[in-house]
């Protein structure tokens, strides 16, 4: 729960304040919640992050994105993330897969990406980068989130 700031259109401009959080456990979200999310990063403006910084998400590559990751996860059987904006307007997709943390950070207009994990438990790391625009991408982003539970290898 929180307070925030809107304009005249009754859009969020601005968080004030924070007071409560809640948190969805990993392994939770489904194709439904993709959806809700999607529209929730559609509906952020220039300026999002602070009023003034934080650039607008590429509507065009963030509908390609949810596109890629409901098919990934029907055809593949890939976790559905969670997704964050980044205040340069790229997008942050994030699984919790047992002791492992994966991020991919993808540029919106290009489909460049890159991807990093880190074993909790280890400090074991693993990174690459790829395009998740091609095929040979979502393949590889793929075998990347299988390669930590065991599914597949990079």
Do not use: C
């Not at 509908?63 to 997008?91: C, K, N, R, W």
């Amino acid at each position: 729960m929180g307070l925030g700031r809107y304009d005249a259109q009754d859009q969020l401009e601005k968080i004030e304040e924070l007071h409560d959080v809640t948190l969805v456990e990993a392994g939770q979200l489904d194709v439904a919640d993709l959806g809700v999310r999607l529209e929730e990063l559609k509906a952020l403006r220039q300026g999002w992050f602070d009023g003034e910084t934080g650039d607008a998400l590429n509507q065009s590559g963030l509908s390609q994105v949810s596109s890629i990751i409901e098919h990934l996860h029907e055809q593949e059987e890939l976790p559905i993330p969670f997704l964050y904006p980044t205040p340069d307007g790229a997008l942050q997709a994030e699984w919790s897969l047992g002791s492992w943390e994966l991020s991919a950070a993808i540029d919106l207009t290009s489909g460049d990406t890159l991807l990093d994990a880190v074993d909790a438990n280890t400090n074991a790391g693993k990174d690459g980068s790829m395009n998740l625009f091609t095929p040979g991408g979502q393949e590889a982003l793929v075998k990347f989130v299988n390669s930590v539970t065991r599914k597949g290898s990079i």
